[in-house]
Each structure stands twice: as C-alpha cells, then as structure tokens.
C-alpha cells in the first residue's frame, strides 16, 4: 500500500487562492482551422512521397487552452480519405458527438466535406493529444493539446518551470499507411514496422542519409529547468526515452498530475503522455535526445524496427561542432524496466480533485490478446484452416457497424442491427490466461462481433485487463475513451485476487486514459460512469486495434437534461 504524499498547509492555501481568482477568470474560446491535405515530403533518402498533413505540418499544430476553456476546431477535409479527429483524453462532458472515433460517435467526414468540433477543457490540466481515428492515418495525422491552469504557469503543483517544450514521439513509413491498412485487412496479416521512429517528425541522425533538416533541435539555457511534455504518438511502438547526462522529475501522465517521481528513463506506450521536469545542469554542449522501442512481445518477433530516433538538445554557447553524446538505452526487451517506471507512479492528492471510489457496483475480469478468426469475406488469404490474424476482449473481436454509428444508435434507441448488449463481464473459458500450453487452435479461435458493456449512470466499474499469450503476450496498452481511471494494481502471470486485492492503492493511485498492461500479466482499473454516451475502449496499437482488440461502454442517461446525451449537431456528417 502507497503512503499518501503530506499536503502542506501552503499547498492548500496556493491552491485554495488559484481557485478564487480562477472562478473570476473569464474562459476563452480557443478556435482553429484544421485544413486537412496531401503535404509532399521526403525522410530516409526516398524521393519525395504525398502524406495526409493538417495545416502542411508534420506533426499538426498544437492546441493551447486553459482550463475550462471551450475549443472549437473547423475540419475541412481537403483530403483524398474519410476522416475523423479524436481529441485524446478529453472528457467530452455534454459533448460526446465532438469525441471521433469513426462509426463510434460519429460518420467520416468525406473527402471534401467538414465539420466543426465544439468542446470545453473543464476539470483538465496537463498535455493531452489529437489524432485521426480512422485507418491508419493517425500515423501522420497528429498533435499535441496542451491545457494549462487558469492561473498560468506559476499555478502548476511543482516548480515554475523556466520554459515549456513539446516533444512528440512518432513513427515513420515509407510506404503509404491507408495502403498498409487495407493489404492487412485484405491479407489478414498485421502491417510491417514502421521504418523509422521521430521526434516532432523527424527521425535524427541514425538512419541512412540522414541530416540537419531531419533532426529536431531543442535549444537549452544552463541551469534552466525546461518541462517537457512528450506524447507518444507511434502507431504501433511503446518507446524508451532519455536525454545523454540529464535526468527527469515526472509531475504528470495522461494530464494528471503525480507525486514527483526521479528517474532517468521515461516509458511511454503509445497513446500516453508524460509532463517531467528536466534541468539544463550538464556541461554546455550538444547532447541525443532519443526514443527506442520496447519489444514486449513474448515470444519474440519481427514487429518493431531496432533502430533510434534522435533530437538534439543543444546548449546555448555551444560551438555547434561538438559531437553529441548519446544516452545509455535499455535492452529492446527490458520488462523490468518498464515495468518499474509504469507501475511507481501515483497520483499527487489535491484539494477538489477526483479521488478513488471505495466501492464497486460492477466488477469484469477482462481477457486482451491476439488469436485467430474465420476469413471474412473480402479477404485474400486465408491459412489452411480458414483462419486469419485476429483480436479480442473477453473472446470478442470487435468489428465496427457501416450504416449508421453507434451513439447515433443509441440516442435513436434504435440498437437492432447495429451493435449488441452482451459483451460479457467474464472470459467464456477459466484457464491458465499466460502460460504456454494455453496457445492452441482452440482456445486462439474468436468470433467478429459488436458488443457494447451498457451501464447505468454514476454506476462504478472495476476491471481486470488480463493479458493472455494466445499466439504472444506483450504490453497491450488500452486506452478509454470519456473517462480517466485510476490503476489500482498491476502485476504479472494470471490475477489472483486473494493475493492482489490486499495490495491496491486506494490513496493515491496514478489516474489515466491509457494503461500500458504488462506484458503476460494484468492491471486492475476502476472508474465512475458519470459520462452518458458510447465509449470507446481499445488497444491503442493500431495493427491490434484493426484486427478487434476493443469493446464500448454504453452509459446511460442520468436524470437531468445536463446528465443526458444532448441532440447531435446540425453539422453531424451522416454516412
């Protein structure tokens, strides 16, 4: 058990006076034009390929708000595919038609069409993150969200720090995405790995012709402390990050703030965000930011590329010509390290903010993993035994509806033929979920499906994300959509309840959007239903998201007008 973290008497008042000038502050509408489009460029010595960019940018452009802001964002779709945006992490309160993910709130918007997306930054501080949520275009579409306090800077729960810097962590392909994603539909087989990792788009030093236009620079000052927000935005890949001779102060994930935590390694599944607080107190000079990928598969196999994506952290009053040193970096497959940076992180306690619900109304013991499924009609191939490459929740491959999407279902009352309420609180086998003489054709075999969990406003949720090792056992990390949750406990091997339930921390668990569950073991989560509508909850590698590693909630109305699903826009695009 977690001790709580003592709450002096001047955080109380600091926080107690931010919140009285805060209330006379006037919100803002925060509003942008996302022109969404073909952007020409080349990385890696190719010659110069079309990718699908807003605003001409890679990555996109980041929203800044403050808390409690409302944001408005215009997408026009200059593109040649349907798109959708999701606003990654953010709440939607009263506005679950604005959260995007494509057959799930809302239709595509098609090419040459647009919507606007209306939302508030209520309840929120920290670095969230937008996206595409449509094939596999998030890989170049995608930005950083920023939300700071009301009270600016100097509000923040740590030391101001002296400057702010976005680092955005992303993968690279040569070859077009939305053509990747179509061959591993029609295949059946998951897309290849990326062929380079990047920071803020740009890949670094250590790939083949690589050069000054394609490494980021970072510009530091001696003795300053820079808080860095970094989001990984990789498709596909969990990443180790690290500055050469700099350490970290964690003071944020998933914008949530945590009890400040040491450390000279950040983890970072895809998904996930990550606010530390870094000082500039090495030698003046040039120094490799990097990002290397965390293989957790078990067993091994050809999915993540073994290369580093590099920045530069550059000192002012450096000459410019000094040879920048690079950081030590964990073995691919180092659990252990990522393990301990994900599971040491808790929640630093404020006054007003969400603590952990005591009790539970609904408890689900929830499998993830890969497996196989029959070959659906369109598909190419097809092993011997008629089966493809497949994913699922609970034995539950998700498919997404065509026709209509499913909130529209829902505030129509009109599920029939959309989607179903049985996606089951249980696996339909007990059996030894991690262990190898469990992969077999029988128990690998799942159904395509559209089941939704529907639970009753304010209802309380407790579950258990059991990893299996159905073909492999990796970090799958699950993200959900419309709520945080707390992580109570993760752990490896099968979740037993007797010796896990003991060891929850009910004081001060960190709070997220995204749970890295680790590799062949489990994480156990709760969460209030206190957001009507139809909630996505999915891996966040995308090849496993593709292939039906998700589920969605559907919560129910409460008893106001203000705790119900509002009409949908008038913009809405229909299908």
Not at 350 to 373: E, Q, W
Not at 548 to 571: N, R, Y
């Amino acid at each position: 058990m977690h001790k709580p973290m003592a709450t002096t008497w001047l955080l109380l008042l600091r926080f107690g006076l931010i919140a009285l000038f805060a209330s006379a502050a006037q919100a803002a509408v925060v509003e942008h034009t996302f022109n969404l489009g073909n952007l020409s460029i080349s990385q890696l010595c190719k010659p110069a390929r079309i990718i699908t960019a807003v605003n001409g940018r890679l990555p996109g452009p980041t929203i800044e708000a403050r808390e409690g802001d409302t944001v408005v964002v215009h997408l026009v779709n200059g593109s040649p595919y349907n798109m959708t945006i999701h606003w990654h992490g953010i709440f939607q309160r009263g506005t679950p038609w604005a959260d995007g993910p494509a057959m799930v709130t809302q239709c595509p918007i098609k090419p040459g069409a647009n919507y606007t997306y209306r939302f508030d930054v209520t309840g929120q501080e920290g670095t969230l993150w937008w996206h595409a949520h449509i094939s596999f275009l998030r890989a170049t579409v995608y930005g950083a969200l920023v939300i700071r306090p009301r009270g600016g800077a100097k509000a923040y729960p740590f030391p101001t720090p002296h400057r702010e810097e976005t680092v955005i962590l992303g993968e690279w392909w040569n070859a077009n995405v939305y053509d990747l994603e179509q061959m591993a539909f029609l295949t059946g087989i998951p897309a290849p790995h990326a062929d380079a990792y990047t920071i803020n788009g740009k890949p670094g030093d250590f790939y083949n012709c690589s050069h000054a236009n394609q490494t980021h620079k970072f510009q530091v000052q001696s003795n300053e402390t820079y808080l860095l927000r970094i989001i990984n935005a990789a498709l596909n890949t969990p990443l180790f990050f690290k500055v050469a001779n700099h350490s970290f102060t964690v003071v944020g994930a998933d914008a949530a703030y945590t009890t400040p935590y040491e450390t000279d390694v950040v983890v970072i599944a895809p998904g996930q965000t990550v606010d530390a607080l870094m000082v500039a107190g090495a030698a003046v000079g040039r120094y490799y930011m990097a990002a290397s990928p965390y293989d957790s598969a078990i067993p091994q196999g050809p999915e993540f590329s073994k290369t580093i994506g590099t920045a530069l952290v550059e000192y002012i009053g450096s000459t410019g010509e000094e040879t920048p040193q690079l950081p030590w970096l964990p073995e691919y497959t180092d659990t252990d390290t990522a393990f301990r940076f994900l599971s040491n992180l808790t929640a630093l306690v404020l006054p007003g903010k969400p603590t952990v619900p005591l009790s539970v109304d609904t408890r689900m013991f929830v499998t993830v993993g890969l497996g196989v499924s029959d070959c659906q009609p369109r598909q190419l191939f097809c092993n011997r035994s008629g089966t493809v490459f497949s994913s699922s929740m609970n034995n539950a491959s998700f498919v997404l509806p065509t026709a209509v999407s499913m909130l529209q279902a829902h505030y129509n009352n009109a599920s029939a033929g959309v989607y179903t309420r049985d996606f089951p609180d249980r696996p339909p086998v007990i059996f030894d979920y991690t262990a190898d003489a469990s992969n077999n054709a029988t128990m690998q075999f799942t159904n395509k499906s559209t089941k939704v969990k529907t639970l009753r406003y304010n209802e309380t949720v407790e579950m258990v994300l059991q990893n299996t090792r159905l073909i492999a056992k990796e970090s799958h990390p699950m993200h959900l959509h419309g709520f945080n949750f707390f992580v109570l406990a993760q752990g490896f091997g099968n979740y037993d309840a007797k010796t896990a339930a003991p060891q929850f921390n009910l004081i001060n668990p960190q709070e997220r959007n995204t749970v890295a569950v680790p590799t062949g073991g489990w994480a156990v989560i709760r969460f209030v239903a206190n957001n009507p509508g139809m909630w996505f909850m999915h891996c966040h590698f995308d090849a496993h998201l593709d292939l039906g590693l998700a589920m969605v909630f559907e919560v129910q109305d409460g008893p106001t007008a203000e705790t119900s699903v509002p009409p949908p826009p008038a913009d809405l695009p229909l299908c």
